[in-house]
């Protein structure tokens, strides 16, 4: 089990505060660092900084721990800007990115014209992430799909990890299109739908597995499962119980209007929870 941090990059989670959080909690024995990626506050009081400069100061502040976005809506994203973005923190990272992604919050899209539906964000999700794997893999690529269209476009240098870097798909459970999709790829980061960042319980976790592997006539080598853990422990269920149905990271969250920073730093510095087994 791997144990990782979870935090929003809004209010007094600046740039520089969350360099200083990472570098903690990589001191602290942590093993990754994860914010969120939105352009817009979902909560009244918030400020949100950008991520990917955050992921930079993240990145240039630690050298061990991993570290990435959970989640990118990639449908926002032109997918090659992204791919160079990701290419390069992978690289100046030494290999610790770890790319999430999903469809993203309605309240990010709709304010700015973006496209709203569903079923079309998915569908560009799905053309999007072949368009950054090809990026990364292919000297030269071309592609004339339904949103995105290439011309012998070559991205170099390409990411340090190969065959890419690890592709981690949230999505709400019970569900079926997002854990398909996290099935054709590196990992799945599920939650509650309605809820903000709730964490699955165990049996709901261990159906989730059981869906994946059923989708991937069997769980595929490597594939990791994020089990996000809130303050109140809302879900329920310990390290051990979780490992024991497939989760191979445990997330702490926090949220601004339920945890000070000043009390989830010290969580930070108390270190990650320790069993046997870990």
């Known amino acids: 089990m791997n144990f990782g941090v979870y935090v ?32 817009i506050a ?45 290419a390069t923190l992978d690289r100046l990272s030494n290999g610790r990115l770890i790319l999430g992604v999903g469809l ?43 949103y995105y269209v290439l011309d012998r476009v070559s991205m170099r240098p390409p990411p340090l990890q190969q065959p890419r870097i690890p592709v981690w798909v949230a ?7 997002p854990f398909k999709r996290a099935a054709r790829w ?14 699955l319980t165990v049996p709901e976790f261990r159906a989730c597995i059981a869906r994946i592997e059923e989708y991937a006539d069997g769980l595929p080598s490597g594939f990791n499962a994020v089990y996000f853990h809130t303050p109140d422990n809302r879900a ?17 969250c926090t949220l601004p209007e339920v945890e000070s920073f000043e009390q989830f730093r010290s969580r930070i510095s108390a270190g990650p929870p320790r069993f046997n087994g870990s």
């Open 42 to 86: 979902s909560l009244a009081s918030s400020e949100i900084h950008d991520t990917t400069v955050a992921l930079t100061a993240i990145c240039l502040s630690t050298s061990r721990i991993n570290f990435g976005p959970l989640v990118s809506p990639l449908t926002r994203r032109r997918p090659w800007k992204f791919a160079k973005e990701a």
């Open 171 to 177: 999505g709400y459970w019970p569900g079926t299109a």
């Open 8 to 39: 929003p990059p809004a209010g007094p989670y600046d740039i520089r505060a969350l360099g200083d959080l990472a570098r903690l909690a990589e001191d602290k024995g942590w093993d990754g660092f994860f914010v969120w990626d939105n352009l």
């Open 186 to 199: 590196d990992g799945v980061a599920p939650v509650r739908r309605g809820k903000m960042f709730e964490g």
């Open 236 to 252: 329920g269920g310990t390290p051990e119980q979780y490992q024991d149905v497939g989760a191979t990271w445990w997330l702490d």
């Open 104 to 146: 993203g919050g309605r309240w990010d899209f709709a304010p700015l014209g973006e496209v709203t539906s569903e079923p079309e964000r998915a569908k560009m999700l799905d053309e999007g992430l072949e368009v950054i794997s090809k990026l990364w893999r292919d000297p030269c690529v071309s592609i004339s799909g339904s």
